[in-house]
Each structure stands twice: as structure tokens, then as C-alpha cells.
């Protein structure tokens, strides 16, 4: 099959994707990519997804952004861009605060595993608090921002 190229000055049709393609991409992405790359290769330095290197598994670029945290690899819409920045940092923290003292950082009496911001901040680990509760879950200690993930 023969592809005719876009004139230049040809107007272009924005691409619109949804979240599970841009997943899909994702991991096609890395599964396609020699051992030492992964998924993470894809994060700018704002957390956004370089969309670009997905051209080839969306069939263009996307007009929107997603973003994707670097310690947990979820990855979110426009809306939900603030998640992943405090995902990556809150993370680091519990992980230097876990090292160091051998103990989970969280609220005491809280009805969830709720991440104690006040102490990671108190003991130098957090320099700045989310606006959302973070969670910590029994997967390696690793974070998340949905209570529902605890439900049965």
C-alpha cells in the first residue's frame, strides 16, 4: 500500500485518544523496546508523556496531554496533572523515611493507611503537602491517591 504525503500547508485533523489507548500505547511502547528502556523513557521533565515517541501506536499525536508518575506509572489526564508530580515526590519521601527509620508514616486512628505529611515534613523528608491524601498501599509500599483501592 501507498501512502501519498500531506502537502504542507495541508490543515492537519487533530488526534483526540482516550486514557486506555494512551495505556495501551504505553505498554506496547515498552514491551517493543529493548531491555535496560522502559515506560519511564517517556516522562518530560513536568511528568507530561512525550507523545510523540507513541506516534507510531496512536496513529498521529494526540492533541491532548497525559502525564505519568515515574515511581508508580499511572498515568492521568489534563485534569488529574497534579497527581503524579505529588506521587513522585511523596513517594521518594516515604521510601527515605521507611530506610531510615523502619517504620510506614502514616496517621494514626486513620481509617485507611493515610500518608502522615506533618511527620515527613517535621523530620525534613517532604517539602511540600498535596492538596489530596496519598495513600500507602501493601504493593511494595507504594503509593496511590484513590481510597477506593482499598475497598473489598
Not at 499525536?61 to 506509572?73: A, D, G
Not at 503524579?84 to 496517621?107: E, F, H, M, R
Request: charged residues 30%; hydrophobic residues 35%.
Amino acid at each position: 500500500m501507498i501512502f501519498k504525503r500531506a502537502k504542507k500547508n495541508s490543515p492537519t485533523v487533530p488526534l483526540t485518544v482516550t486514557l486506555p489507548q494512551i495505556k495501551q500505547a504505553v505498554r506496547q511502547f515498552e514491551e517493543d523496546m529493548p531491555a535496560p528502556i522502559n515506560r519511564t523513557a517517556l516522562i518530560m521533565e513536568d511528568k507530561s508523556i512525550d507523545l510523540s515517541r507513541l506516534k507510531r501506536y496512536l496513529g498521529g499525536v494526540p492533541e491532548q496531554k497525559f502525564y505519568m508518575s515515574r515511581e508508580t506509572f499511572e498515568i492521568f489526564e489534563e485534569s488529574d496533572k497534579l497527581v503524579p508530580y505529588y506521587l513522585d515526590l511523596v513517594q521518594s519521601a516515604v521510601d527515605n523515611y521507611i530506610s531510615d527509620t523502619g517504620k510506614l508514616p502514616l496517621v494514626e486512628d486513620a481509617w485507611l493507611p493515610e500518608v502522615h505529611y506533618r511527620l515527613l515534613a517535621t523530620e525534613r523528608y517532604l517539602k511540600e503537602t498535596p492538596p489530596f491524601p496519598l495513600y500507602i498501599t501493601e504493593e511494595e509500599m507504594m503509593l496511590t491517591h484513590r481510597p477506593e483501592y482499598f475497598e473489598s
